[in-house]
């Protein structure tokens, strides 16, 4: 696997770094992917995602997202999907022109699912949508990680920082966001659902914490097109399976066969465990020289 | 509406990989589970093994009857010396050896992804167990492990070495022990410059090797004042030889003291062995935890009947997380297990490994047993 480090420059000034990953002998016009990193993911924790499309002959490319864990700009802290879908469509753009395509393949996980939806829905620049674990309620997700529902609660009455899976995040970003954009609610799913134009997936789990099944049955239920978007259940994991990577091989067999747009019978190339052990170090560093070069 | 299909085991894998609850469910739960895992894993390696299968048979193992998972046909771990007992194909898989100090013939241990990806599963530094330790430490952020043995490279296949160098999954890590010399100099300089840094550092490796640092450090009157940013796990056998044997108490002790650690319970000894697919890591109070879809027995050595919680006997393992081979296992250890009565409050199982299985006693029925069983 070919690995390329840069940076962007995102409208506002702000840089988002990415990493490309390609076969060594790419074929021409095999799929370009765009993998947006969910809620307390790092671009190299879809590293065995890219080592396994890439080994299905697609370029892949990731991105560490602003305001968030990574080598991006900003911090987790001030996390918000402004500020992802800021980060996304900087990438999904500057791709489009390096491959020389009007559009890729976009995945997204979990909670960047939300503004994933959105920018397919809007910019026409995705030809394939893919949600793994995909947040369709935002608000409801929330509700379920803090106990709480603060998007609608007066600002000054918001706490001071609050706790979603070990990370601290100041509630007010995310509550000044839902002022101007409405992406935190279903039904602005279900209409940014509606407006697109390209095939649409979402992968879940059944026992799902923060996506309730009933949620994404609902909000899919309601989306009016002629090719409904569809939805993938997988058994017996809950928001965890990115963790788990025996359900993860399982379902990273049909994300690949969806996003790459492989055909039923066609055979899925799966690395091996050493092969993802080893691209774990490598990473880590491949991470550090690409903050440390910055600096230089 | 499509769905994913997964293996008849994934429910295995919820609990390695995505569950920490089951620490608070009964024994009596527990014990249901293990049976339901237990009879999916031995109708696989039945279906999938032919020499496990005629084990079975000739010990007239039914899997649609059986009561007790003490019943489960057991394979002397001697057996791993003699014979590739492969429930996958070889391709699909690699082989690990024992270190082969202790007897001088080495186990062979054939595992698949599946396999080795569950092993790692029960190490997992988000898992309660290691709670009280890492806290809400990023590991792969912030952590650092000064590991005290090979690459995996170097490990070559060797498997104790080669458990330890998974930490690599979850934290940046530096191996000490290249081209057969174990740097240890340089691993009290690369810990020195982590603590001023206020990093957080696992120091890891077979308790011979860590202990190696510690009393290199100790020599030199080299102290630290690391409190709770430091943290000790061992893992592997507690002699070079028949002479050397650490004392896992005083190791803990001189952790303590050279590192300036808050208290022994930062310092935690990991037990397994080749055959076996799960890890028994120790709480906070020096006891090994057995996950609930392991089932430990303890048996008479003189007659392989099951004996009660609290007597010591040979220990052996009903572990269903192995695909590629049966991980149902007469070891050659004594031990004995207590069940929930573990001051953690922890629920289930734990085990105290006592000794190995010495020459002098090859009268007992395990090594009768393995000698006499044939399989392959």
Known sequence: MLTDTYDL?????????????????PAPGGPVVVVAPGFGQRMRSAGAMALMMVANGATV??????????????????????????SLATVVEDVCVREGRSRATLVATSLAALPGVQYAAKEGRVDNLVLMLGVVNGRNTLREVLDADYLDVEHATLPAQVLIDKHWVDPRPIHREHKLVDWWDEPATVTALSNCDMPVCNFVAVDDDWVDIADVRRAFGSVDRPEPPEIVEVGLSGHALLRNPVALKAMMT??????????????????????????????????????AGRVA | MTVVELSETAELDRLIFEQDTWWALPVEDQAALRRRLTERAARHHLEHNPGY?????????????????SQVPQVPTTVFKRTDLRTAQ??????????????????????????????????????????????????????????????RAEANGVWISYVMTMIEMFTTTTHYLRDGVLHVAKAAEDLRRAVAGDEFVAIAGPPVFVAELLRHLDDRDLRFNAGDRVVVITGGGWKKDQTTRIDPAALRDLAVRTLGLRSAEQVRDVFNQVEL???????????????????????????????????????????????????????????????DRCPCGRRGTTVTPRRRLEAATHHGCALRLATTTRLG
């Open chain 1, 9 to 25: 420059k995102t409208r506002s000034g702000r840089t988002v770094a990415v990493w490309r990953n390609a076969p060594e002998e």
């Open chain 1, 61 to 86: 490319y990731r991105f560490d997202s602003l305001d968030h864990v990574g080598i991006s700009d900003g911090d987790i802290h001030e996390f918000c999907v402004t500020a992802l879908y800021e």
């Open chain 1, 254 to 291: 049909d994300v690949t066969r969806r996003a790459l747009a492989l055909g039923a019978d066609d055979d899925v190339v799966m690395p091996s465990f050493e092969a993802m052990v080893e691209l774990r170090g490598v990473e880590r560093e491949l991470e550090r020289a690409h903050a």
């Open chain 2, 53 to 69: 299968r005629r084990f079975a048979e000739s010990v007239g193992f039914d899997v649609d009857t059986f009561t007790d998972l």
């Open chain 2, 90 to 151: 070889a391709a699909d898989c690699s082989l690990f050896v024992s270190s082969g100090t202790s007897s001088g013939t080495r186990s062979r241990v054939w595992r698949d992804d599946t396999t080795l990806q569950r092993l790692v599963g029960s190490l997992r530094p988000d898992g309660d167990i290691w709670g009280d330790l890492y806290r809400d430490i990023d590991l792969d952020e912030d952590g650092a492990t000064l590991h005290m043995g090979p690459s």
């Open chain 2, 277 to 339: 697919n799960t890890a028994f890591v120790e709480c906070e109070h020096h006891n090994k935890h057995v996950p609930p879809w392991v089932e430990v027995i303890v048996r008479d050595p003189a007659d392989l009947t099951p004996l009660p919680a609290g007597a010591t006997g040979l220990l052996s393992y009903v572990d269903p997380s192995a695909t590629s081979y049966p991980c149902f296992l007469l070891s050659e250890d004594f031990g004995a297990i207590e069940v």
